[in-house]
């Protein structure tokens, strides 16, 4: 399973947003409740994927430096990014064309022009929450 990923207003709040590479330890522990034991191939589909350059490379930005490591100490790991100029909504429609049991976890409903059944999206204000573990395990089973 893969897990297209955007990070501000999913792994931190809203109010964090200034806070350039701002991760929230809750947000973080329960994004690693709803998946660790699924060993997800996570890809960055967020702004902050343009300081990936490869997996645990010491030339990552210092945010992915720290989003690996907070990553790991959960159990789960950055697999890569997902590659696109402009058009989110595109490559993410291509990607689930090849890979139908991905989910989409994001905050953003203008990200994308039509519906897409594996987008799943967090409250900005929250971040990723208690509530969102049971809501991504029930449609994690639907795949």
């Not at 973080?28 to 300081?51: C, V, Y």
């Not at 989910?103 to 929450?129: A, M, R």
Request: aromatic share 10%; hydrophobic share 35%; glycine share 4%.
């Amino acid at each position: 399973m893969y897990i297209l990923l955007d990070i501000d207003g999913v792994l931190n709040k809203k109010d964090q947003w200034s806070r350039v590479g701002e991760l929230d330890k809750d947000c973080m522990d329960n994004f690693a409740k709803a998946f660790s034991e699924m060993r997800p191939k996570i890809l960055l589909t967020s702004s902050w994927r343009h300081g990936f350059v490869s997996k645990d490379n010491p030339l990552n930005s210092p945010q992915i430096k720290k989003l690996e490591f907070e990553l790991k100490k959960r159990g789960l790991m950055l697999s890569g990014i997902l590659r696109y100029d402009k058009d989110r909504n595109a490559a993410v429609n291509d990607f689930i064309k090849v890979h139908p049991d991905s989910l989409i976890l994001d905050d953003d409903p203008s990200e994308f022009k039509k519906k897409i059944d594996n987008l799943y999206l967090v409250n900005c204000k929250d971040g990723f929450s208690e509530k969102d573990i049971k809501a991504v395990r029930r449609k994690t089973k639907c795949f």
